[in-house]
């Protein structure tokens, strides 16, 4: 019971003493900075501070080895029309190897002269005259407090003004305040006898440090700036996008969204062919080789007309020198050898063969004008018939000449109207309006006349295609006289793929222009 | 029916006799309430200290003029001044009004004086000045409703006196009073602790 008390004595006691001991420790490191502060602005001696109403601190500094003991100075002071009075001394180490030498006061007269006087061993080192109301030197101001106002741009500034009676109407503060980069200067607002102030003018969103110091007017009292408080930060409310520029914001934004929509919508094949440009595909040159004999060409050539697809020359690429001056050489009824027949008889639709027919396409372009006149020379000759009669019978793997002869036969046919063999007569009559065909295409290129001779086209090609599915092995085609017409025919105003089977390429013209007349 | 309308007429008269009367007393009366003498009109309490620092201002100047001045500028006797000490533990405890009163009254006294004495021109207007200012306080202490004071027969039975005989003594003891003793009065007006709170 004893020690439970006794021990609760001990740590109340300990903690006042702590208590005590840091009050102290506190108020000598204010008056160590009031001192240096002093040292600092004040060019007489002794220097002389108020800290409040009724007290007075005078001071000096000498160097440590100069100086003396405490007993050989005096402080003497005189009031206006009073006696002298002397103040008791107290010597402290200073920074830097000084001591100071203290006088404290515990009760002043103010508004009247004060005459202080210091002496070290009788002799005067000191003197000095003053009133006691104009140095004050205080406290700075406790309890700074900043909030923020409604506006972004302040904030509010409170603080707790050194408690003074009479005094609170001369006080005047200076308010620092900088940004906490510290990029530039603080700024400084100087406020009279108030003890708060709304800062204007600021940065949002910024964090600000602030401190307040405290100084008497000079009118009725005076002394020095007290040192700054103890700095308080605050953060400025962030900037807000003003509520009218954001909605026009916006309203613009939807507005230029609707419209590119819109024209987007509007030009949307054109956007289309742009970004995605269509690839250009044989379906409709090939009718029904994907659709209904899902691509396989083979039989495609063999169950449609020969007239429905691209010559082999559109596959061969093969070159062949000079057959088409050649052709412009010979003679328009030069009659073939035999073995040119062989050229006519191969299989059907052999690469080779559209090798060689892509040669003589060109070559046929190359003589256009040539052909053309040739074309509207007088009918075959009747060797033309003997060959392709030789053909019927006789179906050799065809030599290039051959393959001339067959050519010739068909133009010989178209031409003269002959009918001969019955094969041929066949080829004949229904190469009949192919004739006409032809002179209406000489006439007028680009009339779409091609359904009625692609229907008749249709009806010979048949004959014509299984004549034309021969292997080219890649000879060179000489051409007849004929085939100079029959070359100009094909070739007028349409640029496409030349080949034996010429026939079928006019017919593969014709659809080409009937496809395109729907597209025009 | 002759007399009936000599009685009416004769009350006629009497009324119209009354009414004048009336109407002159009435004159009367307000002439006497406007040439009143001497009775203040209550006035609103001047709390605003500003009022005394420029007075303050004023008489510093005063004294710095006095200090720059070489001749016809010297008092010609000795006058009695108030004090200007406060001791904060003794003047809490004063009649801190009767104090500034006496003080004023001094304080005027002496101001007059040195009118008379100096020569100075320049200074004339500031001395002028300090005196219009000395009203001007009274007036402010009327306001604030501290007693009129009612100066003694003779100035030696003040107590809390001095006396000074140059003429910078005397704009400084003006200076020092009006900074210390009457501010400290001004300050702690009751009137004005009242407006405050």
Avoid at chain 1, 39 to 45: I, V, W
Avoid at chain 1, 382 to 403: C, E, I, K, T
Avoid at chain 2, 86 to 111: C, H, P
Wanted: hydrophobic share 35%; charged share 20%; glycine share 4%.
């Amino acid at each position: 019971m004893k020690c439970a008390h006794l021990s609760r004595l001990v740590a109340v006691w300990l903690i006042v003493c702590a208590v005590w001991k840091a009050s102290i420790v506190q108020g000598a490191r204010d008056f160590e900075k009031k001192v240096s502060m002093l040292l600092r602005e004040e060019p007489q001696n002794p220097k002389c501070f108020a800290e409040g109403r009724k007290d007075f601190t005078c001071f000096w500094e000498e160097d440590e080895e100069r100086a003396g003991s405490v007993d050989q100075y005096s402080f003497t002071y005189t009031y206006q029309n009073e006696n002298s009075s002397r103040c008791p001394l107290r010597a402290l180490p200073a920074a830097g190897g000084k001591r100071l030498f203290i006088c404290r006061l515990n009760r002043t007269q103010m508004f009247v002269q004060m005459d202080i006087k210091v002496h070290r061993l009788g002799t005067l080192i000191h003197n000095r005259s003053l009133l006691i109301e104009l140095v004050f030197l205080l406290d700075p101001p406790a309890n700074v407090t900043v909030s923020r106002t409604a506006h972004r741009d302040q904030l509010n500034v409170t603080w707790v003004p050194p408690p003074l009676k009479y005094m609170d109407d001369s006080m005047m503060y200076e308010v620092s305040y900088m940004t906490d980069d510290d990029s530039h200067v603080g700024q400084v607002e100087v406020v009279r006898a108030s003890s708060e102030l709304i800062l204007r003018g600021l940065q949002p969103d910024r964090k600000y440090k602030l401190r307040v110091r405290v100084k008497l007017d000079g009118i009725s009292y005076n002394g020095y700036w007290s040192a700054w408080s103890d700095p308080v930060t605050m953060e400025t409310l962030p900037a807000e996008l003003d509520a009218l520029i954001t909605s026009l914001t916006l309203i613009i934004s939807f507005i230029l969204i609707v419209l590119s929509l819109s024209m987007l919508l509007s030009h949307r094949r054109f956007v289309i062919k742009k970004v995605w440009p269509t690839i250009p595909t044989p379906d409709s040159k090939f009718r029904g080789l994907f659709t209904v004999y899902g691509g396989d060409f083979q039989e495609w050539l063999g169950q449609t007309n020969g007239g429905a697809w691209l010559s082999p020359a559109f596959f061969y690429s093969e070159e062949c020198p000079s057959p088409l001056e050649v052709l412009s050489e010979l003679s328009p009824c030069p009659p073939l050898p035999p073995k040119t027949s062989r050229a006519l008889t191969t299989g059907s639709g052999e690469d080779k063969a559209i090798q060689t027919t892509s040669d003589n396409r060109e070559l046929l372009e190359s003589g256009d004008s040539a052909l053309t006149e040739r074309w509207r020379a007088t009918p075959h000759d009747s060797w033309l018939m003997d060959r392709l009669r030789a053909l019927q019978q006789n179906p050799v793997p065809g030599s290039q000449s051959s393959l001339l002869e067959s050519q010739d036969a068909y133009v010989t046919l178209s031409a003269n109207n002959h009918s001969g063999d019955q094969h041929l007569g066949d080829v004949l009559e229904e190469a009949l309006p192919l004739q006409a065909i032809f002179a209406s295409r000489k006439t007028a290129l680009c009339e779409s006349h091609s359904d009625l001779g692609s229907v008749q086209l249709s009806s010979g090609s048949g004959h014509l295609s299984s004549q034309s599915s021969f292997e080219y092995p890649g000879h060179v085609w000489m051409p007849k006289g004929t085939e100079y017409a029959y070359m100009a025919v094909a070739d007028s105003g349409v640029s496409m793929d030349y080949s034996p089977h010429e026939q079928s390429g006019r017919l593969w013209e014709t659809r080409d222009l009937r496809q395109r007349d729907p597209s025009s | 029916m002759k007399k009936s309308t000599n009685v009416f007429f004769n009350e006629l008269q009497k009324t119209q006799l009354f009414l004048k009367s009336c109407g002159l007393l009435a004159l009367l009366l307000m002439v006497l309430e406007w040439t009143r003498p001497g009775l203040p009109s209550p006035l609103r309490p001047i709390c605003d200290l500003r009022v005394l620092n420029h007075f303050i201002k004023e008489a510093r100047d005063a004294e710095d003029a006095m200090k720059s001045c070489r001749e016809g500028c010297s008092l010609s006797e000795s006058v009695t001044v108030p004090q200007t000490t406060v001791d904060f533990e003794i003047w809490e405890k004063k009649n801190q009004a009767q104090e500034v009163q006496s003080g004023l009254y001094l304080l005027q006294q002496a101001l007059s004086l040195l009118r008379a004495s100096v020569t100075n021109t320049a200074l004339h207007s500031h001395i002028d000045n300090s005196l219009r200012n000395l009203l001007s306080i009274n007036a402010v202490l009327r306001s604030l409703n501290i007693q009129e004071y009612t100066p003694p027969a003779s100035a030696a039975e003040l107590e809390g006196t001095w006396r000074v005989s140059t003429a910078t003594d005397l704009l400084q003891v003006h200076v020092n009073f009006l900074r210390g003793k009457v501010h400290l009065l001004l300050s702690d007006a009751q009137a004005c602790q009242q407006d405050v709170s």
